[in-house]
């Protein structure tokens, strides 16, 4: 369970009273303001603020005075126009605010996207939950053959009960004696900002994560991809389909160039136009280092 019944009454609270606005709103992102989507064991994603929607990316383009006389078919088009072209500034006029509650492993990885304004949950204020992702048994791989920078086969039987009986014990463990250490029952207790430094990588964490539709698309591009790490692919794709309802013609045009299409060297170009003429060409004539060339024939070979 993510959220206690009383943190679940205080979204409903929230979700219950609304005021006029003269502000674009976008109908999908209401229905998503404040609701938790689940993510993970005792993860979430949730949006508490936005701003703008598909007409403002149209709207600031065109500089315009208002929101202009013009088709969703003219919007459509100038928005996939400016994702095809890379003009990005118009995307950044949109702003999203997200309440996200992830492992800390995962936290290093997200954190990496500077491009984001960003205030987590203090453990020098605060006392951690007793909250620790531990994989379901389908995402509890041994490590890839292939990829250095994944896994692989799934562990079975002993092995993977094994593993997931040191996760837990060590989790509760380390989170017996973070108590233990903080208690000021017959002893001064340590500080919180010290006690922590004993918990293990897959404990949860908190964050209010806010950034602009241009950076958002750079961080769901890289990490709802089939490279990313499973655990933050998981956000993620959660909220690609929250984007989805905000902005439908900005994330059409995403989906499609960015998160679809595929970018070619001057190499690869000249392969497909040699091939095209209907020529063989093999790696070595290409000009392309083995590496390369195994991912240009993934994609077109
Ligand atoms: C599959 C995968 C594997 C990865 N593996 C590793 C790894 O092994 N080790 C590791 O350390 N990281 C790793 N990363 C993290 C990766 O290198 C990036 O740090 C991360 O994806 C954030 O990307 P970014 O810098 O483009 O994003 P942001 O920080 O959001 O920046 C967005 C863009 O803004 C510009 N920008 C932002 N800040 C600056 C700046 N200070 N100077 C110049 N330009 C700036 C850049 O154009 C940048 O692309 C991995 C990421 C992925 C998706």
């Known amino acids: 369970m993510t959220l206690t019944a009383e943190q679940r009454a205080e979204i409903a609270e929230q979700r219950s ?36 929607d598909d007409s403002a990316i149209t709207q600031a383009a065109r500089v315009s005075y208002g929101r202009g006389t013009r088709h969703v078919t003219n ?16 995307f950044e006029m949109c702003e999203v605010k997200f ?13 990496r996207h500077r491009t984001a304004n960003v205030n987590e949950y203090s453990a020098r204020y605060s006392i951690l939950e007793r909250e620790f992702y531990i994989p379901d048994p389908e995402h509890l791989a041994a490590q890839s053959t292939v990829n250095n920078q994944g896994r692989g086969e799934l562990l079975e039987g002993e092995e993977a009960q094994r593993v997931l009986d040191l996760l837990r014990e060590d989790a509760m463990r380390s989170y017996d004696h973070y108590e233990a250490m903080l208690s000021q029952d017959g002893q ?59 902005v439908p013609i900005a994330y059409g045009a995403f989906r499609d160039y960015r998160m679809g299409g595929a970018n070619l060297s001057a190499k690869g170009v000249e392969v497909i136009k040699r091939r095209l003429r209907g020529e063989t060409v093999t790696q070595d004539d290409s000009g392309m280092s083995a590496g390369e060339w195994r991912e240009f024939e993934a994609l077109w070979g």
């Open 17 to 52: 009273t609304s005021s006029t606005t003269l502000r674009a709103v976008a109908p999908g992102m209401e229905a998503h303001l404040y609701t938790p989507h689940e993510v993970l064991d005792h993860g979430l994603v949730r949006v508490i603020d936005y701003m703008g």
């Open 75 to 90: 919007d459509e088009g100038l928005i996939r126009y400016l994702m095809r072209h890379w003009h990005s500034t118009p």
């Open 99 to 111: 309440h996200v509650k992830l492992p800390v492993f995962v936290a290093r990885q997200w954190i």
């Open 188 to 246: 001064k207790g340590l500080a919180r900002e010290l006690a922590r430094m004993n918990l293990p990588a897959n404990i949860y964490t908190q964050w209010y994560w806010k950034t602009d539709l241009h950076n958002l698309f750079h961080f769901l591009r890289l990490r709802a991809d089939a490279h990313a790490q499973y655990e933050i692919r998981a956000y993620a794709e959660v909220m690609c389909g929250i984007v989805k309802d905000w």
